[in-house]
Each structure stands twice: as C-alpha cells, then as structure tokens.
C-alpha cells in the first residue's frame, strides 16, 4: 500500500481562490483555509470584479498569509484561474471556491500526495455536496477505499474517475512547473481540460478522503447563458482536442460512451436553469454519442422528466429530494472544517 509521508519540506503550497459575487460565504471559506493544520502556505484571493461586498469581507480579516488582487472588469473563470496561478508563490497549486469548504487535514493530506512522487502532476480528491450551513450530505461523488495512482496507462475507467472529478475547480491541486499551459475559459470545463492535459504526461493521485465540501447555491450553472453551448459537446469537444493522437483513440470512444454519454442527469439541469431548445439539443447529443442509451430505463426516466415535468415543480422537487430523502440515506462523512459554521 502506498505510504504517504512528506519527506521534503521544501515544497510549498498556494492556495488559490477566484471569487465573484461571494460576500455570503467567502469568511466561512477563508476561515477553512486558515484553520489548517498545515500552517506554512501562501493564500490568494483573486476577485473577478464582484459587484457585492466580497473585497470588505476580505479585507475585513486580518491574516499576513491571504494577498487580494481584484479585476477592474470581470475576466471569465478560466482566466481568473489563470491569473490565480500566475500570482501563486508556491510549488503546488491549490484552488478552492469562493463558497466550499476545505477539512482541516486537507492541506497536509495534499501536500503528502505529491510528496509520493515528483511526477505526480495533479492530486484530485472525491467529495459531497451540503446546503446552507448544514454540513449533512445531500449528494456525494464515487467513494474511494484507498489512495489511488493513476496515469495514461492505467485502466480506463480510473482515468475517467480522475476526469469526472474534476468538474468542480475546488480541491483540484497541481505541481505549479507543469502547468506550461493556458487554462480554458469554456465553461464546464475550465478545470476539467487541464486535467485532462496533466495526465496525458504525468502520474494523477485519486485521493481516498473527502476533504472538501461543496456548498449548493447560486452558482454559474444556474445562469442560462452557460448552455448556449451544449455542455456534453463542450466535453467532448475538449477531449477530442487533449487526446488528439491517433494512440488515444480507445481512450476517447471509452470516455465519450462510458462517461459523458451518461450524464442524464444533467438534463434535469438543463430543463431548470435553460431553454427547451438547449434541452432537446441536448437529448440528442445524449443518443448520438451512445445511441444505445434509447434502451437505457434511465436514460429514458431522465428524459420523460426532464420534457414532462413543468420547471417550477421540478425545481421544488429536486430540492425536497435532497433535503428530504439523499440526506436521510447517504453515510455520515467525516469532515471538520475546523470551525463551527
């Protein structure tokens, strides 16, 4: 079993925070980060032009650790995270939303990581979801027993649980050196396609703990603008254009039919946030890329829902779904962000 121990304690940490408009939760974020247990690191808060009270919430604490940069004018998300890493001081690379929370070992257990390798290029981790201040899971990605290895020889599906966990920015850490790249500024996967870049030439670690939590809110998904452009096409789009190469080929059709092509949940997304165009345009994307999902139950389920079910009520009953039954039959997990919220 892979052992994880620092054994070099020259290797420093930024941890990067892009914020807009998040002047309701940035003090409980910043709070997580600086209740650490890992004491030794630099904090960045790059603000994207907020138009609420974000900078003052800021300001307002006072720590030598955290330097604020605030844009003139709102640049995207995918620059603001490039200029994030441009800032950072550190050897690795941290980011964290401006409304999750990190547990207090998140950072030692990070750092550790990338100890276990210098050809470790990123460190992922699983997580849960949580409303308001209640910290009860209402929704968790795949659970992991062991810390896990994974490069671009490793079995396909463990590349596809290093890429799907990478659809939230937060948590996601790089060795600094080799991020010799721009991060994209299409959403969806402004976070996903460096990853996906990362692992084409380095070792990923799967980290087994869940050491962020993600707060459901009002976020960037819930802004109609983001679907102009198909989600699942966007995905596809940007792992066609990472793995380009002739070798990747398998790779590709395996990721495409096996793990963007079963998003249907995804449609219910659409149907609350978007157009009923973008949510037929997307139906279709769904039976192109896997046309065999016209025989999935599930498939169908989501699709029957999504078309049927009038947006106002679909909305109420998401949001009863997972206060009212997730929450009641998901393991309790064990997360301490160091402070009472």
């Not at 959403?187 to 980290?207: G, N, Q, T, W, Y």
């Not at 109609?224 to 590709?252: A, G, I």
């Not at 345009?281 to 769904?286: D, F, V």
């Amino acid at each position: 079993m892979m052992k994880f121990i620092n054994k070099n304690k020259h290797e420093t940490i930024s941890v990067c925070i892009p914020t807009y408009n998040s002047s309701d939760t940035i003090v409980g974020t910043l709070k997580s980060v600086l209740n650490q247990s890992l004491k030794d690191f630099d904090l960045i808060v790059v603000d994207d032009a907020s138009k609420d009270d974000t900078i003052n919430k800021i300001k307002n604490i006072k720590d030598a650790r955290i330097r604020i940069f605030h844009n003139k004018k709102n640049i995207g998300c995918g620059k603001n995270l490039q200029k994030c890493k441009d800032k950072a001081r550190g050897d690795i690379v941290v980011f964290l939303a401006g409304d999750d929370l990190f547990d207090r070992l998140a950072l030692e257990k990070i750092l550790n990581a990338f100890e276990v390798s210098k050809d470790v290029g990123v460190v992922i981790r699983p997580y849960f979801w949580f409303i308001g201040n209640n910290l009860s899971p209402v929704r968790v990605t795949r659970q992991f027993k062991k810390n896990t290895i994974v490069n671009i020889k490793s079995d396909f599906n463990k590349i596809i649980d290093v890429i799907s966990l990478s659809d939230q920015m937060s948590g996601v850490s790089f060795r600094k050196k080799y991020l010799n790249f721009p991060f994209d500024n299409q959403p969806f996967v402004e976070m996903s396609s460096a990853v996906m870049k990362i692992i084409k030439d380095h070792k990923a670690i799967i980290l087994k703990d869940n050491i962020l939590g993600v707060r459901i809110g009002n976020n960037g998904s819930m802004n109609p603008n983001v679907y102009r452009n198909s989600p699942m096409n966007v995905w596809k789009d940007t792992l066609y254009s990472v793995f380009y190469e002739n070798k990747h080929q398998k790779l590709k059709e395996y990721i495409l039919k096996n793990f963007i092509a079963i998003n249907y949940v995804g449609l219910i997304q659409i149907k609350n946030y978007g157009t009923l165009p973008q949510l037929l345009r997307e139906i279709n994307y769904l039976i192109k890329f896997r046309w065999i999902n016209v025989f999935n139950y599930k498939f169908l389920f989501y699709v029957f829902v999504s078309l049927v079910t009038p947006k106002n009520i679909l909305i109420k009953l998401v949001d009863v779904y997972k206060k009212k039954i997730n929450s009641k039959i998901i393991n309790k997990i064990n997360f301490d962000p160091g402070f009472e919220i």
